[in-house]
C-alpha cells in the first residue's frame, strides 16, 4: 500500500479511494463490508446544480447542435488556417464547404451581408450551379430553404434540387422546387424541399437556367423540427442528460472576439467575425438569445459568461436587454427583435478564465453594474484568488475554479485552499465555489484528446463528481466540458445524420438522476479497490451509493444500512458498464456501436450484498419498505 493508502483507517468518511487488495486470481470477486451512516458529512448539501454542462463557440460544438445544414452560408470561405485542429483528419461539421465548378465563383462586389457573395454565371447552353454536399436527409422530412438573391437579367428560371448519390453511383432527386425570378435588388426568397428518401449522402444543388448572372447570401436550410433552430435529436439528447444548468462561455468570449451586441436580431444581418484561437470563421447564428432557447428546450437554467473585455456597462447592458422590461432601452431593443417577454437570466459570469492583476477591481465594477441592472442576479467570477475574495467578497457570489487535470488529490487540495480563503473573508456564508468547467484534459491531442472519449474518461468523472459531493458544503455549482462534440471531449457525438451518447453522458445522468442532497458517511470494514459516496434525503425515507470500481474484477459490496431503520434494505439502481465485458479500459461508444457503454438495471442483490462489475459505475438506491 503506497502512502497514500495509509492515510486511511477503518472509518472512512464519505467518500473514499483505496489501492490495496486486488483480487487474489480470475475470476475471483473482492469482498468488502460498507456502513452507511444516517448523520450528515457536513452541513452543506448536494446541489442538483454539480450536473451542469457546458456550450461554447469553440470547433465543432454549436455547429453540430445547430439545426442549420449548410455550412459557410454567407460565402466568406473556409480558413485554411482551421486544419490544424481537424481532429480526425477531415473537415468536420465546422467547415462545411461549397462543391467548387466553373459556373460560379465569389464576388466581393455589394454583398448582401459580409464581405462577399456568390455569383452564379448562367449561359443559354450551360446553367449555372451551386452545390453543397455531405448534407443528410430523411424521408418524409420538409427542409426550410430560404436566403438573398439579386440578378441581372429578368429571365433566369431558378430551381433547388435535393438529390442523393445513390449505392450504384448514381444520382436520384430526393425533391425540388422551382423558385420565383429574382430582380436587380436583394430579396429574400423562401422554399420547401419534402425528401422522399433517407440518406448522408444528399446534396443540395440550386441550379440558374438562362442568360445571366444570379448572386445568393446567406443560404439556409433548415429541417422542420428544429427546436427553435436547434438539432431536434440533440434536444431530445438534451433533455435526457437533464443538465441542471448549462453555461454559455468559453475562449470566444475572453480574450474575444465574439461581443453580444453584434450577435442579437435576424440572424441573416449579423455580421460573421473570425475565432482566432480556433483559426475559424463564425457565421454568427447563434447568440445568447440562441443559447437561452435552447436551454429553455432542455429544460436547463442559462448561466451566461459576460466578456471582460467588452466592458461593464455593455454587461449591465446585455442583462437590461434579457431580463428588463419593455419600458427600459434595452428591453425594448428585445421586444423589437421578436421577444417580448424579459427571459430571467439569473447566472452571470464575469470574464473566462481570468487571474490577471487588477481584475478583482475590474469584478466589483461589472458585479455592480449587472446587479444594478437586475438586483437578483447571481455574480460568479472568474478564476479564484485570495485577493479577488478578500477584495471584492461583498460583490461576489460564486467563486469558479476550472480543472482539467486527472490529479483528483489536487483537486481536493485546491478546494480546500479556496474554501479556507473564503471563511476568512468577510461573506463566508454566502461565498460559494462553482466549477465551471471541467474535465480529465483540456488541451491534450492525439490519443490523448481521444482519452475523453472512453470509458475510462467515464470512471474518472464518476469520481470527479464524488469528490465534488465530498465538498458540497462549498462548491453548488459544476459544468463539465463540453456538452457536444469538441474533440471528442463532448457528452453527446454529432455528424451530419445522427449522434450517439458517449459513456460520460450515461455517468453525468446517472448521477444527476439519482443523487439526494444530504451527503452522509460511510465506515468501512476492510479496503477496496473502489471509490464511494453516499447521500440521503432530508428525512432518510431513501438513500444513494454510488460506487466506482475501476478495477478488471468485480466487487461485492455488504452493505449495512440499520442507521435507516429496521425496513430500510436495497431498492435496486442502475450500473454504467461495458456490455462486451471485455475489461478494456479505452472502449467507446461509436457511430456503429452506440450502446457499448450504456446503463442497465443493477443485479438483483443477495440479500444486503450487491455485485458490482468490472470496470463500471454504479449507482445503488435503498429505501424503506
Given at each position: 500500500?503506497?502512502?497514500?493508502?495509509?492515510?486511511?483507517?477503518?472509518?472512512?468518511?464519505?467518500?473514499?479511494?483505496?489501492?490495496?487488495?486486488?483480487?487474489?486470481?480470475?475470476?475471483?470477486?473482492?469482498?468488502t463490508?460498507?456502513?452507511?451512516?444516517?448523520?450528515?458529512?457536513?452541513q452543506?448539501?448536494?446541489?442538483?446544480?454539480?450536473?451542469?454542462?457546458?456550450?461554447?463557440?469553440?470547433?465543432?460544438?454549436?455547429?453540430?447542435?445547430?439545426?442549420?445544414?449548410?455550412?459557410?452560408?454567407?460565402?466568406e470561405?473556409?480558413?485554411p488556417?482551421?486544419?490544424?485542429?481537424?481532429?480526425r483528419?477531415?473537415?468536420?461539421?465546422?467547415?462545411?464547404?461549397?462543391?467548387?465548378?466553373?459556373?460560379?465563383?465569389?464576388?466581393?462586389?455589394?454583398?448582401f451581408?459580409?464581405?462577399?457573395?456568390?455569383?452564379?454565371?448562367s449561359?443559354?447552353?450551360?446553367?449555372?450551379?451551386?452545390?453543397?454536399?455531405?448534407?443528410?436527409?430523411?424521408?418524409?422530412?420538409?427542409?426550410?430553404?430560404?436566403?438573398?438573391?439579386?440578378?441581372?437579367?429578368?429571365?433566369?428560371?431558378?430551381?433547388a434540387?435535393?438529390?442523393?448519390?445513390?449505392?450504384?453511383?448514381?444520382?436520384?432527386?430526393?425533391?425540388?422546387?422551382?423558385?420565383?425570378?429574382?430582380?436587380?435588388?436583394?430579396?429574400?426568397?423562401?422554399?420547401?424541399?419534402?425528401?422522399?428518401?433517407?440518406?448522408?449522402?444528399?446534396?443540395?444543388?440550386?441550379?440558374?437556367?438562362?442568360?445571366?448572372?444570379?448572386?445568393?447570401?446567406?443560404?439556409?436550410?433548415?429541417?422542420?423540427?428544429?427546436?427553435?433552430?436547434w438539432?431536434?435529436?440533440?434536444?431530445?439528447?438534451?433533455?435526457?442528460?437533464?443538465?441542471?444548468?448549462?453555461?454559455?462561455?468559453?475562449?470566444?468570449?475572453?480574450?474575444?472576439?465574439?461581443?453580444?451586441?453584434?450577435a442579437?436580431?435576424?440572424?441573416?444581418?449579423?455580421p460573421?467575425?473570425?475565432?482566432?484561437?480556433?483559426?475559424?470563421?463564425?457565421?454568427?447564428?447563434?447568440?445568447?438569445?440562441?443559447?437561452?432557447?435552447?436551454?429553455?428546450?432542455?429544460?436547463?437554467?442559462?448561466?451566461?459568461?459576460?466578456?471582460?473585455?467588452?466592458?461593464?456597462?455593455?454587461?449591465?447592458?446585455?442583462?437590461?436587454?434579457?431580463?428588463?422590461?419593455?419600458?427600459?432601452?434595452?428591453?425594448?431593443?428585445?421586444?423589437?427583435?421578436?421577444?417580448?417577454?424579459?427571459?430571467?437570466?439569473?447566472?452571470?459570469?464575469?470574464?473566462?478564465?481570468?487571474?490577471r492583476?487588477?481584475?478583482?477591481?475590474d469584478?466589483?465594477?461589472?458585479?455592480?453594474?449587472?446587479?444594478?441592472?437586475?438586483?437578483?442576479?447571481?455574480?460568479?467570477s472568474?478564476?479564484?484568488?485570495?485577493?479577488?475574495?478578500?477584495?471584492?467578497?461583498?460583490?461576489?457570489?460564486?467563486?469558479?475554479?476550472?480543472?482539467?487535470?486527472?490529479?483528483?488529490?489536487?483537486?481536493?487540495?485546491?478546494?480546500?485552499?479556496i474554501?479556507?480563503?473564503?471563511?476568512?473573508?468577510?461573506?463566508?456564508?454566502?461565498?460559494?465555489?462553482g466549477?465551471?468547467?471541467?474535465?480529465?484534459?483540456?488541451?491534450?491531442?492525439?490519443?490523448?484528446?481521444?482519452?475523453?472519449?472512453?470509458?475510462?474518461?467515464?470512471?474518472?468523472?464518476?469520481?470527479?463528481l464524488?469528490?465534488?459531493?465530498?465538498?458540497s458544503?462549498?462548491?453548488?455549482?459544476?459544468?463539465?466540458?463540453?456538452?457536444?462534440?469538441?474533440?471528442?471531449?463532448?457528452?453527446?457525438?454529432?455528424?451530419?445524420?445522427?449522434?450517439?451518447?458517449?459513456?460520460?453522458?450515461?455517468?453525468?445522468?446517472?448521477?444527476?438522476?439519482?443523487?439526494?442532497?444530504?451527503?452522509?458517511?460511510?465506515?468501512?470494514?476492510?479496503p477496496?479497490?473502489?471509490d464511494?459516496?453516499?447521500?440521503?434525503?432530508?428525512d432518510?425515507?431513501?438513500?444513494?451509493?454510488?460506487?466506482?470500481?475501476?478495477?478488471?474484477?468485480?466487487?461485492?459490496?455488504?452493505?449495512?444500512?440499520s442507521?435507516f431503520?429496521?425496513?430500510?434494505?436495497?431498492?435496486?439502481?442502475?450500473?454504467?458498464?461495458?456490455?462486451q465485458?471485455?475489461?478494456?479500459?479505452?472502449?467507446?461508444?461509436?457511430?456503429?456501436?452506440?450502446?457499448?457503454?450504456?446503463?442497465?438495471?443493477?443485479?438483483?442483490?443477495?440479500?444486503?450484498?450487491?455485485?458490482?462489475?468490472?470496470?463500471?459505475?454504479a449507482?445503488?438506491?435503498?429505501?424503506?419498505?
Amino acid at each position: 500500500m503506497n502512502q497514500r493508502g495509509l492515510r486511511f483507517t477503518s472509518l472512512i468518511f464519505f467518500s473514499l479511494t483505496i489501492f490495496g487488495l486486488a483480487a487474489s486470481g480470475p475470476g475471483a470477486v473482492e469482498r468488502t463490508r460498507i456502513t452507511i451512516s444516517s448523520e450528515p458529512l457536513h452541513q452543506g448539501r448536494i446541489s442538483s446544480m454539480l450536473y451542469g454542462g457546458f456550450v461554447e463557440l469553440l470547433d465543432d460544438v454549436v455547429p453540430g447542435m445547430w439545426a442549420e445544414m449548410l455550412g459557410d452560408r454567407g460565402f466568406e470561405g473556409i480558413l485554411p488556417t482551421a486544419k490544424w485542429c481537424y481532429f480526425r483528419g477531415e473537415p468536420n461539421l465546422a467547415d462545411r464547404n461549397w462543391d467548387v465548378n466553373e459556373t460560379w465563383s465569389y464576388d466581393r462586389e455589394n454583398p448582401f451581408n459580409g464581405e462577399q457573395s456568390a455569383r452564379l454565371t448562367s449561359l443559354k447552353a450551360r446553367p449555372g450551379r451551386l452545390a453543397q454536399s455531405h448534407l443528410a436527409a430523411r424521408k418524409g422530412m420538409g427542409y426550410r430553404l430560404s436566403g438573398y438573391w439579386r440578378s441581372d437579367s429578368n429571365s433566369l428560371q431558378v430551381r433547388a434540387v435535393l438529390k442523393a448519390l445513390a449505392p450504384d453511383e448514381t444520382w436520384m432527386t430526393l425533391a425540388s422546387v422551382d423558385l420565383p425570378r429574382p430582380d436587380s435588388a436583394w430579396k429574400k426568397f423562401e422554399g420547401r424541399l419534402l425528401s422522399r428518401g433517407t440518406t448522408d449522402r444528399a446534396v443540395l444543388e440550386i441550379e440558374a437556367a438562362g442568360q445571366g448572372h444570379l448572386w445568393l447570401d446567406k443560404l439556409s436550410l433548415l429541417p422542420e423540427d428544429n427546436v427553435h433552430g436547434w438539432r431536434h435529436d440533440v434536444v431530445e439528447a438534451a433533455r435526457e442528460l437533464g443538465p441542471p444548468i448549462i453555461r454559455w462561455g468559453g475562449s470566444t468570449i475572453d480574450p474575444g472576439p465574439y461581443r453580444w451586441k453584434t450577435a442579437v436580431g435576424d440572424r441573416d444581418r449579423r455580421p460573421p467575425f473570425i475565432i482566432s484561437p480556433w483559426g475559424r470563421r463564425d457565421s454568427n447564428d447563434v447568440g445568447v438569445e440562441e443559447f437561452i432557447h435552447f436551454c429553455q428546450a432542455a429544460g436547463a437554467t442559462p448561466l451566461i459568461c459576460v466578456s471582460l473585455g467588452d466592458g461593464a456597462e455593455s454587461a449591465g447592458q446585455l442583462v437590461e436587454y434579457l431580463n428588463g422590461s419593455e419600458d427600459s432601452e434595452w428591453g425594448r431593443k428585445r421586444a423589437a427583435n421578436g421577444h417580448s417577454k424579459p427571459y430571467g437570466v439569473k447566472y452571470w459570469q464575469v470574464g473566462n478564465e481570468i487571474d490577471r492583476a487588477g481584475y478583482s477591481r475590474d469584478f466589483t465594477d461589472f458585479s455592480r453594474a449587472i446587479k444594478k441592472a437586475d438586483p437578483q442576479a447571481i455574480v460568479l467570477s472568474s478564476f479564484p484568488t485570495r485577493e479577488l475574495i478578500d477584495r471584492a467578497g461583498q460583490d461576489l457570489d460564486f467563486v469558479c475554479p476550472h480543472y482539467y487535470q486527472d490529479d483528483l488529490d489536487g483537486v481536493a487540495s485546491d478546494l480546500k485552499t479556496i474554501k479556507d480563503w473564503i471563511s476568512h473573508s468577510s461573506r463566508p456564508d454566502r461565498t460559494k465555489i462553482g466549477v465551471t468547467e471541467w474535465n480529465i484534459n483540456a488541451g491534450n491531442w492525439g490519443l490523448g484528446r481521444g482519452k475523453l472519449n472512453t470509458l475510462g474518461c467515464a470512471l474518472f468523472e464518476a469520481r470527479f463528481l464524488n469528490v465534488l459531493h465530498r465538498h458540497s458544503d462549498a462548491v453548488a455549482l459544476a459544468c463539465r466540458s463540453n456538452l457536444a462534440n469538441s474533440f471528442c471531449g463532448g457528452t453527446i457525438q454529432t455528424n451530419a445524420a445522427e449522434l450517439y451518447r458517449t459513456p460520460s453522458f450515461y455517468i453525468m445522468a446517472l448521477y444527476r438522476k439519482h443523487s439526494l442532497p444530504v451527503p452522509v458517511r460511510l465506515a468501512v470494514d476492510v479496503p477496496a479497490s473502489v471509490d464511494l459516496s453516499a447521500c440521503a434525503s432530508e428525512d432518510r425515507s431513501s438513500l444513494c451509493l454510488f460506487v466506482v470500481n475501476p478495477g478488471k474484477e468485480a466487487v461485492e459490496l455488504d452493505l449495512d444500512l440499520s442507521a435507516f431503520g429496521s425496513g430500510c434494505a436495497i431498492k435496486g439502481g442502475e450500473v454504467v458498464c461495458d456490455t462486451q465485458d471485455r475489461q478494456q479500459i479505452d472502449a467507446i461508444n461509436s457511430f456503429s456501436n452506440p450502446n457499448r457503454i450504456s446503463p442497465t438495471k443493477l443485479a438483483k442483490p443477495t440479500a444486503s450484498c450487491v455485485t458490482i462489475p468490472a470496470m463500471s459505475i454504479a449507482a445503488i438506491d435503498g429505501g424503506k419498505n
